[in-house]
């Protein structure tokens, strides 16, 4: 667990935690460390950095001291004792899966998964006989169960479960993983001295509004591009957890080099100081557009966290393990892409543009657009349809907002 804050809100912690304005001239702010080296006192002490990890900075490759402030400040919102920042949410997906999976393991993901990582589960680490179990937010715990022994018994003699990925909410369904019930495998599945892991992807739902190490996940993921960063002008990824989980991932990320860089440590800084007024008002902004888009009568099928119906398995968990509604609504056209087209080439306000949690409003097309790579068979199965629509809701006036939909909505 992460330190302990004196009970001051992560919100206030933003704008000085991990900083001494008295090392740096006063500095209110930290100064970006645009250095790729560091200079050593003396030989001895260059020994001393490479012997014994953060004693001091060697390389901006392997530590900075934008990074180290960055990575205090992200860890205080899931009370994690270790961050890591990334080049992009990608270099931090493919890192932790890298240093963690290996050749015959069994790696359960959830379905569906972010286009990109979809490859990686599906094509890319199956080359390296890394074999993928696909699961459902639908499954319980016996099927889940059912689908890895399944796994196991066409494996090798010795496979394992290497790693359980969550991606909760799914992108861009908002289905939703029961995290608890995942812990409860991971654990089932250990060996002495090892067990597999449990790493959620957050990147839907950020820490503001879902804290996964509360619910049993070894490691915590997001693509820092999305409400992190949240102005659209960054690419950044995180990985928070355990000091003993996160060592491994640390060590190749030095290695394979995707560190993220000072600049973008700097920026992610400033972006945290806002982040809870960010996300406020985009969390009443959205509810505001779905209140308005679940009573339209050109949408087909809303679909928005803060709308699920009491007494199903979605709203359980969506109560249990989740803080808040977020800022994500899929809306689905009957009339499949050219009625979506339609509609997206009819907005003003709210850019076409794809990324998420960003202070503008922007709307994409999953199944041509971020998910374009995904078979078209898992698509239809998991209702990533030719008629959905992704929104992501900024921090603009919502009656601007609801404006702009209205006048698109008409043109489909
Ligand atoms: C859920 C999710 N995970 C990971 C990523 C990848 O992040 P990045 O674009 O920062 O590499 C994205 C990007 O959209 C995403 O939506």
């Known amino acids: 667990m992460g330190d302990d ?8 912690l933003m704008m000085s935690h991990g900083h001494d304005p008295h090392q740096t001239e006063g500095s209110v702010k930290v100064p970006i460390y645009q250095t790729s080296t560091f200079e050593f006192a003396s030989a001895a002490e260059g020994k001393h950095f490479f012997a014994a990890k953060g004693a001091g900075y060697i390389y901006s490759r392997l ?8 990575e205090a400040r992200l860890r205080v919102w899931d009370g994690a004792e270790e961050c890591l920042l990334f080049g992009s949410g990608m270099s931090a997906i493919s890192t932790t899966l890298l240093a963690t999976l290996r050749p015959g393991d069994i790696f359960v993901h959830s379905h569906p998964l972010y286009g990109c990582t979809d490859f990686l589960a599906t094509t890319f680490l199956p080359e390296f006989g890394i074999m993928p179990v696909a699961v459902t937010g639908d499954m319980h715990e016996s099927a889940v169960e059912a689908a890895v022994e399944a ?6 003699s010795d496979a394992r479960l290497g790693m359980i990925l969550l991606e909760t909410p799914a992108n861009p369904t908002l289905d939703l993983f029961d995290l608890e019930m995942y812990a409860a495998i991971v654990e089932r599945h250990g060996r002495p001295g090892s067990r597999p892991l449990l790493a959620v992807d957050n990147t839907f739902l950020g ?3 879902q804290r996964p190490l509360e619910h049993g996940a070894d490691i915590v993921i997001y693509s820092a591009t999305k409400y992190i960063g949240g102005h659209s002008d960054l690419v950044a990824g995180a990985v928070l957890g355990d000091r003993g989980v996160l060592e491994p991932i640390g060590h190749l990320r030095a290695d394979l080099g995707t560190t993220a860089s000072p600049e973008v440590a700097w920026l ?3 972006s945290l100081e806002t982040l809870q007024v960010r996300t406020d008002k985009q969390l009443e902004n959205a509810a505001r557009v779905a209140g308005f888009l679940r009573d339209h009568p050109k949408v087909r099928r809303l679909r928005y966290l803060g709308l699920l119906e ?6 359980d ?7 808040a509604a977020g800022a994500l609504i899929t809306v689905e056209f009957d009339g499949g892409e050219a009625a979506a087209f339609r509609f997206l080439d009819s907005l ?3 850019k076409l543009a794809v990324s998420l949690g960003s202070t503008e409003s922007l709307a994409e097309h999953p199944g041509s657009m971020t998910h374009a790579g995904v078979d078209e068979d898992v698509k239809r199965r998991l209702g990533i349809t030719p008629g959905l629509v992704r929104l992501s809701i900024g921090v603009e006036a919502a009656d601007d907002l609801i404006a702009d939909l209205a006048a698109a909505l008409d043109a489909v």
């Open 317 to 323: 968990v969506f109560k249990h393990q989740c803080l």
């Open 207 to 209: 820490p503001m509004w």
């Open 348 to 350: 003003g306000l709210i």
């Open 5 to 12: 804050m004196g009970g001051v809100r992560p919100e206030s």
């Open 310 to 315: 009491p007494g199903t398995r979605a709203h």
């Open 63 to 70: 530590d900075n001291p934008n990074l180290r402030v960055a």
């Open 151 to 156: 796994a196991m018994a066409a494996g090798t």
């Open 268 to 270: 992610i800084t400033r």
